[in-house]
């Protein structure tokens, strides 16, 4: 089975400055999903970034990038120009690529608790 | 605004109590979902519907029942629940099978339950 794990309970960031989130999983596969969400104080998770393992390119998004380490089986969330919108709770999940109804087979992290400093 | 809608959004109950939590979602996905989000702990997939029928039911207890009457609408009814189960009941929908070229998750704000 495969597990992700988010070592930062808490992170924080002073406003305009540029965090890291680490993830690492752990899987024997070769062929799968990884996923950023951010779940804000509304509680609505809304998805911030997505990376295929066989993409070679870290996945961009305006001021959001990832640094996908396959063989290290890792998967870093980097924040730039930190807002406080950025505020949030961030998960790291993980989605097998088999079957025809993998998008349900998400694996969650525990959750890393970001706070953006004025 | 995602499209998906939970009702209530704060819910207190006592054990011999029975309740329904409410999903709705009104963006065409085919498949639905429920998780349990425990403080300090990776969300939970409890059940998943496609095309209102049940596809996964991840070892959850008979006292959480799910139902799903159309594509559109997902049900949780809860019975004699237990203080353990005080948690963020999160409801997600998407568009799942072979034609689907994006299968990101919509959430919902989740309806806070609260056990006594």
């Known amino acids: 089975a495969q597990t992700v794990t988010q070592s930062q309970p808490e992170m924080s960031v002073q406003e305009a400055e540029t965090v890291t989130l680490s993830c690492t999983y752990d899987?024997?596969?070769?062929?799968?999903?990884l996923f950023w969400y951010k779940q804000p104080p509304s509680r609505q998770m809304i998805l911030v970034i997505r990376?295929?393992?066989?993409?070679?390119q870290n996945a961009t998004e305006n001021r959001f990038s990832v640094n996908f380490q396959k063989a290290a089986k890792s998967f870093s969330l980097k924040i730039s120009d930190s807002q406080l919108g950025d505020a949030a709770m961030y998960f790291c999940?993980?989605?097998?690529?088999?079957?025809?109804?993998?998008?349900?087979?998400?694996?969650f992290g525990e959750g890393t608790q970001l706070t953006v400093n004025p | 605004e995602t499209g998906v809608t939970q009702t209530p959004r704060h819910l207190v109950m006592g054990m011999t109590n029975k309740k329904s939590l409410k999903c709705e979602q009104h963006?065409?996905?085919?498949?639905m979902y429920w998780y349990k989000q425990s403080a300090k702990k990776p969300l939970e997939l409890m059940f998943v519907?496609?095309?209102?029928?049940?596809?996964e039911n991840n070892s959850v207890p008979s006292r959480f029942s799910p139902e799903c009457p159309n594509s559109s609408h997902l049900f949780l009814h809860l019975h004699t629940l237990q203080p353990e189960d005080s948690a963020l009941y999160l409801c997600?929908?998407?568009?799942?099978?072979?034609?689907?070229?994006?299968?990101?998750?919509?959430f919902g704000s989740g309806t806070q339950l609260s056990v006594l």
């Open positions: 999940a993980y989605r097998s690529e088999v079957g025809e109804t993998s998008g349900s087979r998400l694996t």
């Open positions: 899987t024997s596969e070769s062929d799968y999903y």
């Open positions: 990376q295929e393992a066989y993409k070679q």
């Open positions: 963006l065409g996905h085919n498949a």
């Open positions: 519907y496609n095309f209102k029928e049940q596809t």
């Open positions: 997600a929908s998407n568009q799942q099978g072979v034609l689907a070229t994006n299968e990101k998750l919509f």
